[in-house]
């Protein structure tokens, strides 16, 4: 659904983008993260066909974004950090008005709108002033707006921002249930927890650049190495005699407890089970230590910056 190689984009001596390749299939989620000005609006505008690459192409549902600038565009809704929503209309008149604005027949902006509110829980509301809503009720219609023209494609710059822990939640609900009807979607945040809930991809940009892509998985593997396990005992035991496989390496030993680092947990973790089940060993637990997507950021983002300086 979305597919770019080597997309650039210039602004007179300024670099904005560099060589962005993203690959998204239908009904994923993809994260951008990166700092203020890392080129993350910068790249949404050009899956938007807002904005021409100086280098590069893009393909947003099958159609280029330069030559099939008017197909992207009615193939994609936008959600922007500021959303535009008109206060003194009501939620009714609001989505009627986009739905003409995507030229839509009556019968169509009636129907989409109908069930846009019946789906986001707004058709109690449908009648009040939009002045009158909620933080999350407002997001939650600015998406029904996005999503007016039914697009395969959503992108969303900080889809949470500034809002309350409840409202962000709903949000948040939301955003999972559209990707289970096969919508491809793009978020650009600064929200790691939300994040690793929602995304099946994440890129890191710096400097208009992606350091790197993956699954979440693949990044903390890639980043901070294998996982570690700590495998605790009920009682104290001696576990000097505990033969490991070859791929596990011993980090720590107490009396009550042993710290591995494993390569390939799958094959490896059920071994370390069976020796020690084998040695009578009071096994109360055997659990993987917590990595965290905010790891991985603060890492990678100091060995760019570090590369920098030295050079």
């Not at 390749?21 to 994923?28: E, F, P, S, T």
């Not at 945040?189 to 994040?195: G, M």
């Not at 055997?286 to 030295?310: F, S």
Request: glycine share 6%.
């Amino acid at each position: 659904m979305i597919e770019t190689h080597d997309l650039s984009k210039q602004f007179h001596d300024f670099l904005a983008v560099d060589g962005v390749d993203l690959n998204v299939q239908a009904g994923q989620i993809l994260a951008l993260l990166g700092q203020n000005g890392a080129g993350k609006t910068t790249t949404v505008r050009m899956l938007t066909a807002l904005l021409q690459p100086s280098r590069g192409w893009a393909r947003v549902a099958g159609y280029d974004v330069v030559k099939n600038g008017h197909d992207v565009r009615a193939s994609v809704g936008v959600l922007t950090e500021q959303h535009g929503l008109y206060m003194r209309m009501t939620a009714i008149e609001y989505l009627d008005f986009f739905g003409q604005v995507y030229s839509l027949s009556s019968e169509s902006r009636k129907s989409r709108s109908d069930h846009l509110l019946q789906y986001f829980g707004l058709t109690e509301a449908a009648h009040r002033r939009i002045g009158e809503y909620s933080k999350g009720m407002r997001q939650k219609l600015a998406l029904a707006r996005a999503m007016m023209h039914d697009p395969g494609v959503l992108l969303l710059d900080e889809p949470t921002s500034a809002m309350d822990p409840e409202s962000a939640r709903l949000v948040r609900d939301e955003i999972a249930r559209l990707k289970s009807s096969k919508r491809t979607i793009v978020i650009c945040s600064h929200n790691l927890t939300e994040v690793e809930i929602l995304a099946d991809q994440i890129a890191i940009i710096y400097r208009g650049r992606i350091l790197l892509q993956g699954t979440l998985e693949d990044l903390k593997r890639n980043v901070l190495g294998a996982p570690e396990y700590e495998i605790k005992f009920s009682d104290v035991w001696d576990s000097s005699g505990l033969e490991l496989p070859k791929d596990v390496d011993l980090l720590s030993r107490t009396a009550t407890s042993l710290k591995v680092r494993v390569m390939r947990p799958q094959e490896s973790n059920p071994q370390i089970l069976k020796s020690l089940s084998a040695m009578s060993a009071s096994v109360m637990a055997i659990q993987e230590e917590p990595r965290t997507l905010e790891q991985v950021y603060l890492k990678v983002m100091a060995e760019a910056k570090g590369r920098e300086n030295v050079q």
